[in-house]
């Protein structure tokens, strides 16, 4: 089964305000659209994913769930444009990264599971210049993005502290900081609500909402079973590799 | 023009992200300092035993060694990319870098920056202290044209850090082969002892890398010695290593990049 949310508007315009067709992006109208995705590890092992269609609009926030390892985190490592499916196309406004990376990059940002992609020797602030610079955040709004998101992600008390000093927790908001710092359209987010307290995950569903009220969109994926109070656009599951209805 | 700059930026939060990361550890460069001494130490009392043709004194053949010390940090800094990329494989930084925007190719070319600049002022400071400890006579009108020519070798030797970051993305081991690769260079590179000693076969392999041009004309430049081969004809092959390898290098790199994100590989470390 298809993820699509409704029926795709014509007329709908691209990030830039450009309307997509006069682009020449065929088909583009969507922020995100995983088409056919197809990944297989192995060729002794079944599919990961097996033509997996999903199509965000804007403003939305969809659930991915399902059983660990069956494919959530693949999913969105190819929407993000860490890995190439075996089949199938990962579109952002209709162009891959492959054929504009630095534009898919700009709109996309990815939270990866897990506690990894953080310098230990490097404190809060200087972690967020870092991503800020390596994000190309135009240097005439840097330091109120930086500043603004260490505020917004209670960040204050511990900017000028090493990350490897910090628990896990305060890693945590320190890494959704990181992804929803250059204010991107499209946001990835793969088991977000690890380790945090209650403050985190209200923390968290800010942030998403800032970014739906800016006509982004927010895939999310974690476990089954968790989250159930966020209300979602759409909620799918992956089984054997398709998305089913959840 | 606005997105150069903010390019630029991004080149110099690397330089200041490895220099945070190496002041944090506090105690590093005495400790790279006292190394420097003692390599100094160790060949000033083996120059006093070198008595052979081409050095008219042992202070001839110490100055030749010490320009020779100098490079090879300047060699192992180049070689350490691969074990930097390893590093950012393993904390999963690298992920992230080439989900950003400035993308992985050029955050590993920035990545060289910190690396080599601190190799270079090692290299100063590795002739300084021969010239108060040990009484090196630098030739000072021609010391200043020597800062090019470090610039010029730098990037004829950057390619090889490069490849073997691109082996480092294929296969996941930072160190392989390079410290060989250091060994076989410090030989057949002229960093310890002339070339002319060596065999002729090794002579020849002397000639298929940039280390012993940019060794003859830094040796020229700083102490003076004599050269078997013209400064010009040195400078050009370091332009043509240069030019020829950093484009290849930087091709192998993003290729390798690519192949890892077709296979999925470029997520295991």
Not at chain 1, 106 to 114: C, E, N, Y
Not at chain 1, 178 to 193: A, G, H, K, N
Not at chain 2, 16 to 38: G, K, N
Request: with cysteine.
């Amino acid at each position: 089964m298809s993820g699509t949310l409704e029926a795709i508007e014509p007329e709908i315009r691209g990030p830039d305000g450009m309307h997509i067709r006069a682009a020449g992006l065929k088909g583009a109208a969507a922020p995100l659209m995983l088409r056919g995705l197809t990944k297989r590890w192995r060729k002794d092992l079944p599919l990961v994913l097996d033509s997996l269609d999903l199509t965000l609009l804007p403003g939305t926030i969809t659930w991915v769930g399902g059983r660990n390892g069956v494919g959530k985190t693949t999913m969105l490592r190819i929407a993000a444009g860490l890995i190439d499916p075996d089949f199938g196309r990962a579109e952002v406004w209709g162009a891959t990264a492959v054929e504009n990376r630095v534009r898919y990059q700009q709109l996309v940002s990815f939270l990866p599971a897990g506690d990894r992609g953080l310098y230990a020797r490097l404190t809060v602030r200087r972690q967020l210049e870092f991503w800020g610079r390596i994000a190309l955040i135009r240097r005439e709004r840097f330091g109120e993005i930086v500043n603004g998101a260490i505020e917004d992600f209670d960040l204050v008390d511990l900017a000028e502290r090493r990350v490897d000093r910090m628990s896990m927790g305060q890693r945590q908001r320190l890494r959704i900081a990181m992804t929803f710092l250059s204010e991107p359209e499209i946001v990835l987010l793969d088991e977000p609500l690890t380790s945090l307290d209650a403050e985190g995950t209200a923390i968290v569903q800010t942030a998403v909402a800032k970014v739906l009220a800016r006509e982004g969109c927010v895939l999310w994926c974690s476990p089954s079973g968790e989250h159930l109070d966020i209300e979602f656009d759409a909620r799918w599951m992956i089984e054997q590799g398709k998305l089913v209805p959840a | 023009m606005s997105a150069q700059i903010t390019a630029l930026h991004a080149f110099g939060a690397v330089l200041r992200r490895d220099l945070y990361v190496f002041l944090s550890y506090r105690t590093r460069i005495v400790s790279q300092m006292l190394t420097a001494v003692f390599s100094l130490t160790l060949f000033y009392y083996v120059s006093k035993l070198v008595h052979v043709s081409g050095f008219s004194s042992p202070q001839s053949y110490f100055g030749f060694v010490v320009v020779g010390i100098a490079l090879v940090s300047v060699m192992y800094s180049c070689f350490s990319i691969p074990e930097i990329v390893r590093q950012e494989l393993v904390a999963g930084t690298f992920d992230r870098l080439l989900l950003s925007p400035f993308g992985a190719i050029r955050s590993v070319v920035a990545m060289t920056l910190f690396p080599l600049l601190y190799s270079f002022m090692m290299a100063a400071i590795t002739l300084g202290l021969a010239c108060v400890l040990y009484g090196l006579q630098l030739h000072w009108s021609t010391v200043p044209w020597s800062i090019p020519a470090m610039c010029l070798a730098l990037l004829a030797f950057l390619p090889f850090g490069l490849m073997f970051a691109a082996l480092t993305v294929s296969i996941k081991q930072g160190a392989v082969g390079t410290t060989w690769v250091i060994a076989l260079i410090s030989i057949v590179g002229g960093l310890y002892f002339p070339v002319s000693l060596l065999p002729s076969w090794a002579q020849t392999a002397a000639k298929l890398q940039p280390f012993t041009p940019a060794t003859n004309v830094l040796r020229h430049l700083l102490v003076n010695s004599p050269q078997s081969t013209s400064i010009s004809s040195a400078l050009v092959k370091l332009a043509l290593f240069a030019g020829v390898l950093l484009p290849g290098s930087l091709l192998a790199l993003a290729s390798a990049i690519r192949i890892g994100q077709r296979r999925g590989t470029i997520i295991e470390y």
